[in-house]
C-alpha cells in the first residue's frame, strides 16, 4: 500500500496542487470536481469499494480536502512572504499592513489587502493571500518552516475532519 500512496501522491496529487493558490474562492461546482478526483484517487490507492466513504478514507490517509490545500498554499505564501523566503516580485506583491495610528492589531503582522471591484481580481495574490492570512488566530508566530506547515496542517485537518 505505501507504494501506491507513493504513486498516487506523485503522479495525481501534485497535478491537483500544480497551481491550486488559483483556485481561492472559485466556484463549488470547480472545487467539487477537483475534489471527485481526490476521492477517486483516495480509493484507488486504498484499495477500497467504491461503496466505502471517501472522506473517511481521505482523513485516515492524512490528506486535506482540496478546499483546504488552496488555503494551505496561500497561508504558506504569507508566511513565507512574512520570512522573506519569496522572490522579489512576490515581496512587492505582498506588502505589509501599517495602520496610521497605533491600534491593538498592528503587531498582528498583517498585509495590506488592496480594493478590488471584480470577482477575478479577488483571486489574485496580493488580495487572496491577505484575505486568507489576515484571519484572526492564525499560527503566524512560528518561526521555522516546518513547524509552521505542520501546525498549519493540524488546524487544517481539524476544521476539515472535526477533532475526533
Known amino acids: 500500500m505505501n507504494t501506491a500512496i507513493l504513486v498516487g501522491v506523485c503522479i495525481v496529487a501534485t497535478r491537483l496542487d500544480y497551481c491550486n493558490g488559483l483556485l481561492y474562492d472559485t466556484s463549488n461546482c470547480n472545487l467539487d470536481k477537483l475534489q471527485r478526483i481526490q476521492n477517486l484517487l483516495t480509493r ?65 503582522h498583517q498585509f495590506f489587502k488592496p480594493a478590488v471591484n471584480s470577482n477575478f481580481a479577488f483571486r ?26 505542520s501546525q498549519l496542517m493540524t488546524t487544517l485537518f481539524l476544521s476539515a475532519y472535526g477533532s475526533t
Open 44 to 108: 484507488t490507492v486504498a484499495n477500497v469499494s467504491w461503496s466505502n466513504n471517501a472522506t473517511v478514507v481521505t482523513r485516515c490517509l492524512h490528506w486535506l480536502p482540496i478546499r483546504q490545500r488552496t488555503q494551505f498554499k496561500m497561508e504558506l505564501l504569507g508566511f513565507k512572504a512574512k520570512q522573506s523566503l519569496l522572490p522579489p516580485y512576490l515581496q512587492y506583491i505582498l506588502s505589509s499592513h501599517h495602520p496610521t495610528r497605533q491600534l491593538r492589531s498592528s503587531s498582528a
Open 124 to 149: 489574485a495574490v496580493s488580495v487572496s493571500v491577505p484575505s486568507v492570512w489576515n484571519l484572526p488566530n492564525p499560527p503566524h508566530f512560528i518561526d521555522s518552516s516546518a513547524s509552521f506547515k
